[in-house]
């Protein structure tokens, strides 16, 4: 499953046994590629095409044709929404609040301190689960404002680890 975010509404699209459906109802185009980035719709007695003008994979934002309008898609996958869900946000400055837990294990390393300015992809601490070691980034630029935990200390899913 993943969303789509056009002009303000958000839509769940998920494939499904019959296809894909659009906040889970049935998607019923008749669709054909006509090229590398060209479909060719059809819905009811309507015809359509649609072309990718462009991606950003950076930011999953896509821009397309589709007939004579242009339109800009933001696309958030299974694993942004299950980013979101653990209250990481890349959703830009100012938005950084906290970090939790993605999975129960214990503090291995704490890297940054109450005070301390992070960018976006900076390593906060390490976390060990199943005897594996998780370096937990930063999901965007902020202020250390709390670190909750301790090194050796067990947590457990969704426990929020770092506060901005």
Known sequence: ???????????SIEKTARGL???????????????NRKIHLIRGNQSYEA?????????KTLEI??????????????????LAQMGFNN????QLKEVKAPMPGLILDLLVKPG???KKGDLLLILEAMKMEN?????????????LV??????????VLIQF
């Open 65 to 82: 044709r589709l007939g004579h309008k242009k339109a800009s898609l933001k696309v958030k996958d299974r694993f942004d929404l299950i």
């Open 21 to 35: 459906s659009i906040n889970q109802e049935d998607l019923n185009w008749d669709c054909h590629w006509v090229g």
């Open 150 to 159: 301790s090194l050796k200390q067990s947590v457990e899913k969704n426990q």
């Open 1 to 11: 499953m993943f969303s789509v975010i056009f002009q303000n509404s958000t839509f």
């Open 51 to 59: 072309e990718l003008l462009s991606l950003d994979p950076e930011t």
């Open 91 to 94: 959703s830009g400055f100012g």
């Open 116 to 118: 301390d300015k992070v």
């Open 135 to 147: 370096g937990i980034k930063s999901p965007g630029d902020g202020t250390v404002k709390q670190v």
